[in-house]
């Protein structure tokens, strides 16, 4: 048991399941020696070798497509891609290809593949590196889209995406790469994906995040409690599609009341579709409008604007205080 | 000596069975009999076959497809000189390489049926792709096979067709470059039939072949008659020899023609003239190989009569596969989603099942 980053524990995870199953290998732009530019993979190179551990020429599409290949072909490839800016030009071979060879196959063929991709925004990047797209994995039923929020589910999340039988987007909060230290245990736990988890149990209200979201929501959370003796429910949403509508809905059925916070733009985010499922599942337990804390529908500001856009403490503890209060 | 020579490339053309079948006997392939014959085989049946799909999809008895006439000797002879452990990636304009492979005449006709059960894989060929219709994404697909053959020590390769217009794709750069980069046993095959829809070879790239864009990339190529069934294999099996013994990969330009349309909801007297397609039905693939074959004495016009018969009657049988009734479960997207089970679709499975049969129910 060490108290370790995001960064290491991915990289734990990446080392582990390399150890013990000769198919895992790694694939990207800048993993091999370098280790990443994030460092994500440092190490593994030395470790695992050239073969294992793929410094591929600079073109994400051949990431992806290469990993399919692989997949197919009995290898259980981890590719990264270095940036989210850098990550649509995945889209094609994701849906057109990685996504439907189960289906078109009749389970014959199967992509058991996961693509790492840094996302988000809150670390005074060049513009491109700050996006929160998730979305766009999502809407693609055949890939399974998960989001880590701090190094413990990090790895135990890697472990299971590696594991699973089909594609995996993995998107990694780059704020909270090196943020906090959590202690992770030396012996391998896996988490479900597809499952919420409900981090903190409360009787008055229920707030859903996931992502960098998690660890400003959590203080906030903490902070709305010490003022005025509200029992909080925290869900950490962990897999973005296929989405577990249900923990969120019995949730709010106990508590009435939600808010959802979420670092993408409001449009067709992720807080939509928990809305819609709360909707179908608990709208006659609620007292109050769901509320959704969110990014703008704008173009990505430079990182000079960029923090007043995403949701901030204070207006997520608007957000909070206002659903109590209706 | 500011300016100095760095490199210099040439193309090379093959051609062994000329368009009156006469054999250029230094290059002809050593084929055993019964594998020249099941070759012509597969290569008669695909053209049967597309020829009475054709009229199946103007009855409306099966959907749109690209048909494959004219271009049986570019991709049915590859698959010839393929392994048992090699790994086919195509395009959809290789009916009868999958019919060399093991697909069956039905199988092809439930999936332009619109069923997935048609796109399943062959009893006898598991190290296959269905079908690929985003241009040039497999050529990427080939390239990870080959590579994680490579790692696994396999002897083995990954044979991949492609049509010319693919060679504009960027994943076709980046799957060359791939394969090349780390040296690994792949066989990219592009089917250059002169039309990409309605765009000609000579809009398509400004290059003299297409074989010359695997020179970029360091990697052998080759110009083929893609007309000539000898030519295709003899340029396949070299390749796939290479390949297996750590050269690395090749690509192969076959040259050929489209004798139908793009797929069956195009018009190509839009684009091309009648004249051109008459001088390319005098190049046929199947009347040059069937006259090769009967030189050496392998075949015989009794023989041929036999075969159109046994032919026709597979062709019969598949159509009456296809349309004996049969049903097809409604819920089976829901099967092959993910490989593990999850509420949301388990939900909207039931949801579903109850609306189909509400509809039932409506009439």
């Known amino acids: 048991m060490a108290k370790i980053n995001m960064v290491q524990a991915i990289n734990l995870a990446l080392e582990q399941e390399m150890a013990k199953d000769p198919n895992v290998i790694v694939l990207g732009e800048d993993v091999g020696r370098d280790g990443g530019v994030f460092r994500v993979t440092d190490g593994l190179f030395t470790k695992f070798g050239a073969e294992r551990v793929i410094d591929t020429p600079l073109a994400e599409g051949a990431i992806i497509g290469a990993a399919i290949g692989m997949a197919v072909a009995g290898l259980k490839p981890v590719g990264e891609i270095q940036f989210d800016g850098f990550s649509y030009l995945i889209l094609a071979q994701l849906e057109g290809n990685a996504a ?227 | 000596m500011p300016i100095t020579e760095v490199g210099r490339w040439t193309v090379s053309h093959m051609q062994i069975l000329d368009e009156q079948g006469n054999v250029d006997a230094e290059l002809e392939p050593k084929v055993p009999r019964e594998e020249l014959l099941k070759l012509y085989r597969a290569m008669v049946l695909a053209r049967e076959l597309d020829q009475r799909m054709l009229k199946l999809q103007r009855q409306g008895r099966i959907g749109t497809f690209g048909p494959c006439t004219g271009q049986e000797a570019a991709h049915c002879a590859p698959t010839l000189a393929m392994a048992p452990n090699d790994w086919f990636v195509g395009a959809f304009r290789e009916m009868g390489a999958r019919l060399m492979l093991g697909e069956k005449p039905s199988q092809v006709l439930v999936y332009y049926n619109g069923y997935e059960e048609g796109s399943t894989l062959p009893e006898s060929y598991k190290r296959i792709l269905p079908i690929n219709i985003i241009v040039g994404s497999q050529t990427l697909h080939a390239a990870g096979i080959a590579y994680a053959l490579k790692y696994k020590k396999e002897n083995a390769a990954a044979v991949c067709y492609l049509g010319d217009g693919a060679t504009s794709e960027g994943d076709f750069h980046e799957a060359l470059n791939f394969a090349a980069v780390f040296n690994v046993p792949a066989v990219f095959i592009s089917q250059n039939n002169q039309w990409a829809i309605s765009l000609p070879r000579s809009a398509q790239t400004k290059s003299v072949t297409l074989a010359q864009k695997g020179i970029a990339y360091e990697m052998p190529c080759l110009q083929v008659d893609g007309n000539d069934a000898l030519a295709m294999y003899r340029a396949t099996k070299e390749a796939l020899d290479r390949a297996r013994s750590g050269g690395g990969p090749t690509f192969i330009e076959a040259v050929t023609y489209r004798l139908m349309m793009h797929t069956t909801a195009d018009d190509p007297t839009r684009y091309r003239t009648k004249e051109e397609e008459e001088a390319w039905w005098k190049k046929d693939p199947i009347p040059r190989f069937r006259i090769y074959l009967e030189k050496k004495k392998y075949w015989s016009a009794k023989q041929q009569t036999a075969l159109d018969a046994e032919i026709l009657a597979e062709v019969e049988a598949a159509v009456a596969e296809l349309e004996t009734p049969r049903e097809y479960k409604p819920d089976l997207p829901f099967d092959n989603v993910f490989g593990t089970r999850h509420e949301i679709l388990d939900e909207q499975r039931a949801e579903f099942l109850e609306e189909i049969k509400k509809d039932a129910a409506n009439g």
């Open chain 1, 100 to 326: 439907r060879l189960r289906a078109r196959s009749l389970g014959g063929l199967t992509v058991p593949m996961v693509i790492r991709i840094p996302y988000g925004g809150g670390i005074r990047a060049l513009e491109h590196h700050s996006e929160s797209r998730e979305v766009y994995f999502a809407h693609t039923p055949g890939v399974k889209t998960v989001i880590p929020s701090g190094p413990r589910n990090a790895r135990a999340l890697m472990l299971a995406a590696i594991r699973d039988p089909d594609p995996v987007i993995y998107m990694e909060p780059k704020r909270s790469y090196r943020a906090f230290r959590e202690e992770v245990p030396d012996e391998e736990e896996v988490m479900e994906i597809g499952k919420a988890q409900v981090v903190q149990e409360g009787t008055d209200l229920t707030v859903v995040a996931w992502g960098a979201m998690m660890h400003i929501v959590k203080s906030v959370v903490e902070e709305v409690q010490k003022a005025r003796k509200a029992s909080i429910e925290l869900i950490d949403v962990l897999t973005i599609s296929p989405l577990d509508g249900n923990t969120i809905a019995n949730s709010v059925k106990k508590t009435g009341r939600c808010v959802v916070v979420q670092e993408a733009v409001r449009s067709y985010g992720p807080a939509s579709e928990i809305i819609a499922v709360i909707n179908d599942k608990a709208l006659m337990y609620l007292e109050a409008p769901v509320k959704r804390v969110t990014n703008f529908d704008v173009v990505t500001p430079y990182f000079g604007r960029e923090m007043m856009y995403m949701p901030t403490m204070g207006r997520i503890k608007r957000g909070i205080e206002e659903t109590l209060d209706f």
